[in-house]
């Protein structure tokens, strides 16, 4: 017999989550309420007798500020909207009250039973109509890709019965069935890739079906009972072949043109050229980088004893589709990368990139989500998988554009720290042997997360299948982050990585190649339900699963200990030496592939890519005259989207969990201005640090991708150097997002100009790591940043992406007490500008708010940004510097205001006397977005110090630290008066476009 206990807070109590609808519907819908109280269902399918009911009452019930019952609690409503998971979803909160109600009363629960929990919001409002009411539950209370909901009346409740019982149990009344697949021609067995939706490329159709035909593997196959192809087999392959897991594009031959020059280019896997070779070539020089590319994160050394890695991935196509999902299983899921790194990491620090439409959106367009909705469901994700794992996130940036409708971008970011040996061995170093027992811990495999990556693989639109969409559960990860920590300084693990992309099928094949084959024994797969299919067990990317080599003679030991940590261990299989990936079921053979099969001579994706200059597209330079009003301008700067303050985001998330925060992702006097970089200290005993930071600036590829990429690497290395962290020590992590590149003149003609962006920007990822000495220490691409949306009229309009690369870095600090922030810290002290100030304004925040791109796209001098990274790198060191702050996005203004704020301090300063090129206009003293220049306080007694350091960077002292609560004083060439305001009001100005989010 199922059970229902409602829970709210008593009458009078202020309810948080209720007054957060009422403020949503108003702010978002422009709908008014009164008042909406929240009542917490749990439903328990599963037979209680009143003793127990009792006690699962008191179990989840504070008897200080809530009420509760088993049947409906009587709230004042004019509505009610009941919202649930639909069957087979992740319910994190049901999970965690089975275990509490197992561990409190000692009751087994079966696999038939279970604990499913929704909410009951009670809506009250003058003349609500249905169609008001349905708005606000489809808008912002419930996603139908993973919920369901129910909308009753006043005249339509009934007090008995209430929602009734509603027990969201996935019933698969099917038997798992491996079916054959076709290969009798190419044409059939790309018809089965459109129907099963395998993504599966044109061109690798014909190898895969000549494998099946050749004689000799058919008759190996006839000896394990096969014969053509089986479901799980072909699923398999294009797991494995997908763009998301293979890098098919990264990996293609580009041919490059110049239509206007007509220069050629031909490169031979940009990977291989533009990112594998120079990283090779740069682990010679730096002895401190110890594992790349081949891992699951890159490792370098963090001291004598540790080592710390890192890695970077997105998660845009299922956050497009479940925001708070999406983004919780990309920031959970890069979590395990570290887990699965050499041994095993220790996860200490964490990151986030979003890009999305502008929240006040407005126009023609109709995305799944509105922007406003899916950043508020991002953010939440993001925050959820973080603050419930214990893991710090540190650093965070947020980027607004249209484009970002059609596909937003969710970037997760990760940092781990393991010893550098473990039991004596080098902790990066490990393998699986034959005889090795495969066992997969943590979660179970459900349908959720099926056709993940195959999904990614393609343009996002209505057809789109809403299963790989999952919901993680940090709560389990976190244990089984705990169990591995023990299971590797046991010495009990011989080879470890995670379940990502593809799930089984990518962790035991891969890992299969170290022992040269392998046997699953794929009823054995721990489920959370019956009636899935082989092929469904195999590719499922169910959250919380790691897959680990055990020795035969270690498995009761590893068990053992994983069941004291509570977390489900299970062995499906083991390693072999036999060359094949052989996967049975209850003794039947239903695959049976060489391992080497993956790298057999699959034809190379191949993409024309034409450039075309800026010039030759009609870009040109606007002409800026007349005498604006600066003081307008300025504040109108600091409003910007691109610009204005996120600390209504930063703070949500937990950086002080594990007590190593050392330069806090919001500094100055109010801790309100967001931190260059993040700085923590790992190991609680030494004063060593990581110092992390990430830049993106998507905007420029409106111009030249190239210069985009050199910007954003030159904004992170500074961003580093800004609190004290040495330039030639700066590790890299490179995350592209890119729109489709393959040409086709009807659905993408313009696919050439966009490969050729990916090409340019590929060589100056190349070219800047190579100048700055930066090896790249993992790395991810997500191609596709494309998507369909329903215009005004009804049509259907593509909407692609801006080209966007991330780059994220990470250096070792020798001691954090000896960090700088960009505060400015007293009266008096003097301003310095670092760098070379230029007409650089094309594609600026200040061109955006003028309604204009430019063409002179800043252009990083390698040689001087290293001279003035150095320079400033040397003055920290030598405690010269009292605040030192990089000039981003928005110019010297903006960010001139940003130290003088941060420290709630005044500023005069003449900009005529910074170096600059000749002939420059206050528009671009104020606003060019120059690379390679820094914000720079200093104590008087300090000054003839600090300017020695200068003798071969360009430096200029430019004006005064003023009093408290100051203003901001700036003059321009000739001595001609900008900007006078007070601090204070410009700090309101700049908070102001998101003061009010909650």
């Known amino acids: 017999m199922a059970h229902r206990l409602e829970i709210a807070l008593k009458p009078g109590l202020t309810d948080a989550q209720g007054q957060k609808v009422k403020k949503r519907a108003a702010d978002y819908l422009s709908i008014s309420l009164s008042d909406v109280r929240v009542v917490h269902v749990i439903t328990l399918d599963a037979a209680l007798s009143e003793p127990q009911q009792w006690a699962v009452q008191e179990i989840f019930t504070n008897p200080v500020t809530q009420v509760s019952s088993f049947g409906p609690l009587a709230v004042a409503f004019d509505w009610i909207i009941w919202v649930g998971l639909r069957p087979g979803v992740k319910d994190n909160a049901g999970d965690t009250a089975k275990e509490a109600i197992s561990d409190s009363l000692g009751r087994t629960f079966t696999d038939d039973e279970g604990v499913y929990t929704s909410r009951r919001y009670c809506l009250t409002g003058d003349g609500l109509s249905r169609e008001q009411v349905e708005t606000i539950a489809r808008e912002l209370l419930a996603n139908d890709t993973i919920e369901q909901w129910r909308l009753f009346s006043k005249e339509e409740w009934d007090d008995t019965s209430g929602i009734g019982l ?21 044409a059939a067995l790309m018809k089965v890739s459109d129907e099963r939706n395998l993504a599966l490329n044109p061109n690798d159709v014909p190898v895969i079906r000549e494998y099946f035909v050749r004689k000799e593997v058919r008759e190996r196959r006839r000896a394990v009972g096969l014969s053509d192809p089986t479901d799980i087999e072909v699923e398999y392959i294009s797991q494995a072949r997908s763009d998301h897991c293979n ?32 990283t090779l070539d740069l682990q010679k020089e730096k002895p401190w980088v110890v594992s790349v590319l081949w891992d699951n994160a890159g490792m370098a050394r963090f001291d004598e004893d540790h080592c710390y890695v890192i890695t970077g991935e997105t998660h845009n196509s299922p956050s497009n589709m479940e925001a708070y999902g999406g983004a919780m299983t990309g ?8 887990m699965g790194t050499g041994k095993g990491a220790r996860l200490v620090m964490g990151g986030y990139g979003f890009c999305t439409g502008r929240r006040d959106y407005d126009g023609d367009l109709k995305p799944r989500l509105s922007p406003r909705r899916l950043l508020d469901g991002v953010i939440e994700g993001v925050k959820d998988g973080g603050n419930k794992s214990g893991i710090p996130t540190t650093f965070g940036q947020l980027y607004f554009d249209d484009g970002y409708m059609g596909k937003c971008l969710v970037f997760v970011t990760a940092i781990g720290i393991l010893p550098a040996y473990i039991n004596g061995e080098p902790s990066d170093k490990k393998t699986t042997r034959p005889d090795d027992l495969i066992v997969m811990c943590g979660g179970r495999v459900g349908k959720d997360g099926i056709h993940g990556v195959t999904a990614s693989s393609e343009v996002y639109s209505e057809h789109t299948p809403a299963g790989h969409v999952q919901i993680g559960d940090p709560y389990t990860q976190k244990k089984m982050h ?87 261990s299970t062995v499906i299989g083991k390693y072999t030496d036999s060359g094949m990936l052989h996967i049975l079921y209850d003794g039947a053979t239903c695959a049976y592939i060489d391992l080497d099969f993956m790298a057999s001579d699959f034809p190379q994706w191949e993409f024309e ?81 990581i110092a992390f930071a990430q830049a993106l600036l998507p905007a420029y590829s409106k111009i030249d991708a190239y210069h985009m990429t050199t910007a954003v690497i030159d904004e992170a290395v500074r961003r580093l150097v800004a609190v004290g ?115 650089e304004l094309g594609a600026s925040e200040y061109y955006e708010l003028l309604g204009f791109t430019g063409l002179t796209i800043p252009r990083v001098r390698f040689d001087e940004s290293s001279a003035v990274c150095r320079a400033v790198a040397t003055a920290i060191g030598r405690g010269l510097c009292a605040s030192v702050h990089g000039v981003y996005r928005g110019g010297l203004g903006v960010h001139l205001a940003f130290v003088a704020m941060g420290g709630n301090l005044g500023m005069t300063v003449d900009l005529s006397k910074i170096v600059q090129e000749p002939g420059l206009s206050d528009h671009a003293l104020l606003f060019s977005e120059s690379p390679a220049r820094f914000v720079i306080t200093v104590a008087p007694e300090n000054r003839a110090a600090f300017e020695a350091l200068w003798q071969d960077a360009p430096c200029a002292c430019i004006g005064t630290v003023t009093g408290k609560n100051g203003r901001l004083t700036l003059s321009g060439q000739n001595g001609k008066p900008l900007v006078d305001r007070e601090g204070a009001t410009l700090k309101q100005t700049w908070k102001q476009p998101f003061g009010n989010l909650i």
């Open 482 to 568: 705990d169990f591995l920590l023990c299971a590797r300084d046991a010495g009990l693990i011989q080879f470890i990585t995670d379940n990502g992309g593809g799930g089984l099928s990518s962790s035991v094949g891969e890992s299969a190649l170290y022992s040269g084959g392998c046997e699953v024994w794929l009823e054995k797969v721990p489920l959370k339900y019956a009636g899935l299919d082989q092929w469904e067990i195999w590719v499922s990317e169910s959250q919380e699963r790691m897959t680990v080599a055990v020795a035969p003679e270690n498995i009761d030991r590893f068990l053992a200990l994983s069941a004291d940590h509570a977390v489900e």
């Open 247 to 278: 890098h098919n594009t990264f990996g293609g031959r580009f041919y490059y043109k110049d239509l206007i020059t007509g220069e050629t280019l031909k490169i031979d896997s940009l990977f291989a050229t533009c990112i594998r070779q120079p």
């Open 725 to 839: 962290a040495d330039p030639a020590g700066i590790g890299g992590v490179d995350n592209f997002c890119w729109p489709n590149i393959a040409y086709n003149p009807a659905s993408n003609p313009d696919g050439r100009f966009k490969a050729a962006q990916l090409v340019r920007s590929c060589l100056a990822l190349r070219d800047a790591c190579n100048a700055f000495g930066i090896p790249l220490l993992s790395g991810k691409d997500s191609m596709y940043v494309d998507g369909h949306l329903a215009g005004r009229y009804g049509e259907t309009r593509k909407v692609s992406a801006l080209p966007t690369m991330q780059f994220s870095a990470t250096a070792v600090v020798d001691d954090v007490t000896a960090c700088t922030t960009l505060e400015a810290k007293a009266e008096g002290d003097l301003v310095y500008v670092a760098g070379i100030t230029r007409n």
């Open 609 to 689: 890519a034409h450039w075309t200059p800026p010039e030759a597209r009609g870009l040109c330079e606007p002409v800026l005259g007349g005498s604006p009003d600066f003081n307008t301008l300025l504040s109108d700067m600091l409003a910007r989207p691109n610009i204005c303050s996120r600390e209504w985001v930063a703070r949500q998330y937990d950086h002080e969990v594990q007590g190593g925060s050392a330069v806090k992702p919001l500094v100055g006097a109010d801790r309100d201005i967001a931190s260059d970089a993040a700085v923590t200290r790992p190991v609680l005993a030494s004063e060593k640090g």
């Open 166 to 186: 509603i027990i969201p149990r996935v019933r698969l009344a099917h038997s798992p069935t491996v079916t054959l697949i076709p290969v009798e021609s190419d």
């Open 331 to 338: 920031i959970v899921g890069v979590y395990r990368d570290p």
